[in-house]
C-alpha cells in the first residue's frame, strides 16, 4: 500500500520530467537548425561582394542600386537580434537583389560573362540550401509550439519559463532548379532569403 502512494506521488513528479525534458529537446533542435541557416546565409553574404564586383564592372551607371546591395547586405550580417527582426532585414536585402537582377537584364554582355554566369550558380545553389534550412528551422518551430502550447505542455512551459519562438519567414521565388543555359532568366526572377 506505501508503495502505491509513493507511485501516485511520483507520477506527476516523472510526467514533468519527461515533459520538461521534450521541450529542451526541441528547443534545442530550433537552436541546431538556426544554425544551419546562419552557415548559409554567411555563404550568400560571402558571394555578393563578388556578384556586385562582377556587375560593377560592366554597370556603372547604377551605383545607386550596387551601393544599396552591400549596404543591406552589411545590415543582414550583422543583425544578431530575434529571427523576426532577421527576417525583416532579409526582406530588404531580397528586394535589393531583384533590383540587381533587373539592372543585369540590361547587360547582355553581362549577362554572358563567365565569372558572372558562376557567380549566379554559386547564389542560386546556396538559396535552395537557405530555403531547405528555412523550412527544417520552421518544422522544428512549429513541433515546439505545438509542445508548449498545447495542455498540458503549457503548464511545464510556463512554470520554466520556456520562450516563444517565431518562424522566419522570408519570400523565395526559386522555384525549381535552373536549366544552366537559361540561368540569366532564372535570376531575373530570383529572390533570396531566410524564409519560411
Not at 21 to 27: D, H, I, Y
Not at 30 to 44: G, P, Q
Not at 91 to 99: D, F, K, T
Not at 138 to 146: A, C, F, L, S
Request: charged content about 25%; glycine content about 6%; aromatic content about 8%.
Amino acid at each position: 500500500m506505501p508503495y502505491a502512494i509513493i507511485a501516485v506521488c511520483l507520477l506527476p513528479l516523472l510526467f514533468i520530467v519527461v515533459m520538461y525534458n521534450a521541450l529542451v529537446a526541441l528547443r534545442n533542435h530550433i537552436r541546431d537548425a538556426w544554425a544551419n541557416i546562419d552557415t548559409e546565409l554567411k555563404r550568400r553574404y560571402e558571394l555578393i561582394p563578388n556578384l556586385v564586383s562582377t556587375v560593377k564592372g560592366y554597370a556603372r551607371h547604377e551605383q545607386a542600386v550596387l551601393e544599396r546591395v552591400v549596404q543591406l547586405r552589411n545590415q543582414c550580417q550583422g543583425n544578431t537580434g530575434s529571427t523576426t527582426s532577421q527576417a525583416a532585414d532579409e526582406r530588404e536585402l531580397v528586394g535589393a537583389m531583384r533590383q540587381l537582377f533587373a539592372v543585369v537584364e540590361r547587360y547582355p554582355d553581362l549577362k554572358a560573362d563567365g565569372h558572372y554566369l558562376q557567380l549566379q550558380r554559386e547564389l542560386i545553389n546556396t538559396e535552395d540550401r537557405i530555403q531547405a534550412a528555412r523550412r527544417f528551422f520552421n518544422g522544428n518551430v512549429r513541433d515546439y509550439r505545438n509542445k508548449r502550447e498545447s495542455f498540458p505542455g503549457n503548464l511545464v512551459a510556463g512554470l520554466f519559463n520556456f520562450p516563444t519562438a517565431d518562424f522566419f519567414e522570408v519570400e523565395s521565388s526559386v522555384r525549381e532548379a535552373p536549366v544552366i543555359g537559361d540561368l540569366s532568366n532564372h535570376a531575373s526572377t530570383m529572390s533570396l532569403g531566410r524564409s519560411g
